[in-house]
């Protein structure tokens, strides 16, 4: 999977205010993420960009940490259910195997 990263900044040079906004997609152009923020005293619309820019990279190396650590906990989670099942059908299996019919009879 990777992610598309658009970025806009508008700049107030009388007011001295700044306003960037950042849309993250993923792969199929679904937006998995959103952000804008008024920022003070920009000083020309290419720092201004740039600063956004630089933000919105910061923002994804966290939602990327985060996601694989999920990602690795779910993958934790999961090895340790099939574990318990497999556990489980080995026992079911023992007992089966205890119990079985000769001549009709059931011998244990």
């Known amino acids: 999977m990777y992610v598309i990263t658009n970025v806009d900044a508008a700049l107030d040079v009388g007011g001295g205010r ?3 906004g950042a849309v993250v997609r993923n792969d199929r152009g679904v ?15 290419e720092t201004v960009e740039a600063t956004a820019i630089y933000k919105v ?5 966290v ?8 990602r690795e906990e779910n993958e934790r ?17 023992a007992a089966a195997n205890l119990c079985f019919k000769k001549d009709g009879d059931l011998v244990f």
């Open 77 to 93: 989670l999961a090895d340790a259910e099939k574990k318990k099942l497999e556990k489980e059908a080995m026992k079911e299996k």
């Open 57 to 61: 990279t910061q923002i994804l190396f």
């Open 31 to 45: 937006p998995i993420f959103a952000a804008g923020v008024c920022l003070i005293g920009g000083a020309d619309v």
């Open 18 to 20: 700044a306003g960037v």
């Open 63 to 70: 939602f990327v940490k985060s996601f694989n650590k999920s």
